[in-house]
């Protein structure tokens, strides 16, 4: 496609739920990101993919967060157990080359909503 | 650490009144500022990138300057699509965040 894609774009869980955050990079992008976004906050960094391995998960908030990349393209962000202060939005971004390179614009989608009730 | 600040935290301007938004940064090995616009229930969308000090950029009413210490955003003569958040975020090792500059243009 011709942008990130994130689905679904608003999700509600009751605490204790498990959910799937899908995310569809830009084609060909090799990096991709996963960020959280509380309201009124900007993106804090969760984890970072270079194809399919994942180089950087220092951002992931507790163990109930695992993210996965299988096969370089789509990504899933799994949160297990959901808590109240999961609420947020989930971003998903993508770029072409690798993270320590320069000119490595990144490209954002629109997120995905999770509310815990 | 790696820090980024960004302010005002809120910024309210008359349609025509120009005025510039501040990032100041703390990182080693920067490669890269990068400036996005985020519009409620949307995704960043990228504006600028910056690698140093010294370089500019522009777009339409938006320049974005770049020192060793910090980044401005100048709007020239806004208008009232130019309300949003306007994040700042530097590149090392990953990609971090201020916490955004909130942008109300009145007509």
């Known amino acids: 496609g011709a942008g990130v894609s994130q689905s679904p774009r608003y999700k509600v869980a009751k605490r204790g739920q498990d959910v799937a955050l899908r995310c569809d990079p830009i084609s060909g992008h090799v990096s991709l990101f996963w960020y959280q976004q509380a309201l009124g906050q900007g993106p804090e960094f969760l984890t970072y993919f270079q194809n399919e391995a994942q180089l950087d998960k220092s951002g992931l908030p507790s163990d109930r967060f695992f993210a996965e990349r299988p096969e370089g393209s789509v990504s899933t962000l799994k949160i297990q157990r959901t808590q109240q202060e999961d609420s947020a939005v989930y971003l998903c971004?993508?770029?072409?080359?690798?993270?320590?390179?320069?000119?490595?614009?990144?490209?954002f989608g629109e997120g995905s909503w999770l509310t815990v009730v | 650490e790696d820090q980024v600040t960004q302010s005002p935290e809120a910024l309210r301007l008359q349609e025509g009144e120009s005025s510039s938004l501040n990032c100041s940064y703390t990182?080693?090995?920067?490669?890269?500022l990068f400036w996005y616009r985020q519009d409620p229930g949307k995704g960043p969308e990228f504006l600028f990138t910056?690698?140093?000090a010294g370089e500019e950029k522009e777009k339409e009413r938006l320049k974005a300057t770049l020192t060793k210490k910090e980044s401005f955003l100048h709007i020239t003569a806004p208008k009232p699509e130019d309300s949003a958040t306007y994040l700042c975020a530097v590149r090392a090792n990953d990609m971090r965040f201020g916490a955004g500059t909130r942008l109300t243009v009145k007509p």
């Open positions: 910056l690698y140093s």
């Open positions: 990182v080693s090995g920067l490669r890269g």
């Open positions: 971004a993508s770029s072409l080359a690798s993270v320590t390179g320069s000119g490595n614009t990144i490209y």
